[in-house]
């Protein structure tokens, strides 16, 4: 029975998605050495299909990268659509930082090889810094970050972030430092405190959330909390599940 038309495409397009996603867990989990057999394996494929989508290494690896960007694109959209500028921004340097922490290996292929960007990675990047620029750009206008800063001065923050956050053994303390970090972008007043203080900032206890590593308020009953809020409990579920 010959082939329903499209249905040939919409597999195809299908089978693609299944090795990226497998591709992208893989190489989370296994670093950039490992295999396309393997990653065939993994997506449940033959090696034939990796290769008629990702002819090479190298090509696969620029495809993980490019998705894992259009991620954080999402994300900073996200951001910009829902919440206050000086929120946005920060909150989507958390999310991005985050991100990239449990994906290393992405962002260590990206600094150290100097042949980057190539041409699908260019497009990705491309969308990143537009929307990089926005998050920025409305911060500036609501007085929430300071002047100087640039957008690819987010860029490396990110990348740094991502590797403290990767060599930290306690990630309460880990993400709390990357806060201190992103403290120092904020807009300061004549009194010496920052104009626009976020969600952290509020909480006031030595005790951390596991996931953002904001300030804890201290509970007099009742188990610890663990959570600064049902955001960032649904966060980690999602991690969990997903991993």
Known sequence: MPAV?????????????????????????GGLEVSLGQVARRAGVGAGTVYRHFPSKDVLVEAV??????????????????AAPGDALFGFLLDAIGKSAE???FCDAFTADRSWPRAVFTAATQRFSEALDRLLRN???????????????????IIGGAALRSAHPNRARSTRLVRLMLDGLRTVTEDGRFRDTSAGQRHGTEECCVECGARLRSRSTGRPARYCGATCRQ????????G
């Open 65 to 82: 990268l490019a998705e894992h960007v259009a991620e954080l694109v999402a994300a900073a959209e996200q951001w910009a659509d829902r």
């Open 103 to 105: 994906r290393q290996h």
């Open 235 to 242: 966060r980690a579920r999602r991690r969990r599940a997903s």
């Open 139 to 157: 911060a500036k206008q609501a007085g929430a970050v300071r002047e100087e800063v640039r957008a690819d001065d987010l860029a490396a923050i």
């Open 5 to 29: 038309p499209g249905t040939e495409r919409a597999d195809a397009r299908r089978n693609r998605e299944v090795v990226l996603r497998a591709a992208m867990r893989a190489f989370t989990e």
